[in-house]
């Protein structure tokens, strides 16, 4: 992403309608306000990422990751910071709301001419004619169905889920908290154990090349990793051991997966419709839990 500019013989950022997320790189890591980014701005604010994972994953903390990190637990603080992010990204004109207003110019078009684009535009259907469920999640998600989702409707309809999901109430969630949930949701038993199948697999590959990296970083072998411990690594060789490790490990379980999802040689359209269906039942079930319109003000005192 970084070019030669005219004024300088370092490469920068700049805006380019032909890069998707240029303008909000800009917005974000351009420090001077000359409209684009250098090198040590980009490495500033990629320091500033990495900083924001490690608290992410400093469950205690003490300042330190130690040889046990894992991510088999997720806090509801880490859900709404990452919403946080989400809308700093992506909300182009920063007004607190998402809409088609926000996407680069020339994504979508204005097939009525009436000088404004609409959902109906982008998915060429009319949102009331979508599966009741996938409306039922719209309107769960945008809760004054005018087609813009606010930081506020966002939030709510994260510590929704989040409420809806975390069954131990300790403001974080699990797999087996989420499998509870759709076995809740009417979820057969036969997809249950495919989910525990494949999140348990891919939670257990993505806890060991955390725990590599973060044992790498390691210098003076207290087995705790601190952040300036993190930022001071020169050795890349442990992230290329990690996605070489990512990308042969990545895919063992095909035919689980395509059991999920009912895709593969192996299902007809009637068994693919069949598994679409079981889903949006599941998804109907799921958004229809009375707690998305009762999670409390003091939800996990993250107010």
Not at 109 to 137: C, H, M, Q, T, W
Not at 171 to 185: F, M, W, Y
Request: net charge negative; glycine share 4%.
């Amino acid at each position: 992403m970084f070019i030669q500019t005219k004024t300088t013989r370092d490469p920068e950022i700049v805006v380019n309608d032909r890069e998707f997320g240029s303008d909000s790189l800009v917005r974000i890591a351009d420090k001077n306000e000359d409209e684009a980014v250098n090198f040590e701005e980009f490495k500033a604010a990629a320091k500033d990422y990495v900083g924001k994972v490690f608290d992410f994953l400093d469950s205690d903390e003490d300042g330190y990751l130690d040889e046990d990190v894992s991510i088999k637990s997720l806090s509801a603080k880490l859900f709404l910071k990452a919403l946080d992010e989400t809308y700093l990204f992506l909300d182009v004109n920063q007004d607190d709301i998402l809409s088609v207003d926000d996407a680069p110019a020339g994504t979508f078009r204005d097939r009525n001419d009436d000088g404004k684009i609409s959902l109906r535009e982008v998915f060429r259907v009319s949102l009331i004619n979508l599966p009741a469920p996938l409306y039922r999640l719209y309107a769960t998600l945008d809760r004054d169905k005018n087609e813009k989702i606010s930081f506020e409707e966002a939030t709510n309809f994260i510590k929704g889920t989040l409420y809806v999901i975390d069954q131990n109430e300790d403001c974080s969630i699990s797999t087996d908290e989420i499998i509870a949930t759709l076995k809740e949701s009417k979820l057969p038993s036969e997809y249950q154990l495919a989910m525990k199948l494949l999140g348990d697999y891919y939670i257990t590959l993505a806890d060991f090349c955390l725990r590599k990296v973060v044992m790498a970083a390691d210098v003076d072998g207290d087995k705790k990793t601190s952040m300036a411990e993190i930022i001071a690594m020169k050795d890349p060789s442990v992230f290329h051991w990690v996605i070489n490790v990512a990308e042969k490990m990545g895919e063992p379980h095909m035919r689980t997966s395509e059991f999920l999802i009912g895709e593969g040689r192996r299902y007809s359209r009637d068994q693919r419709h069949a598994v679409q269906e079981m889903w949006l039942n599941v998804l109907y079930d799921f958004v229809d839990n009375s707690k998305y319109h009762s999670v409390p003000d003091n939800f996990c005192q993250l107010e």
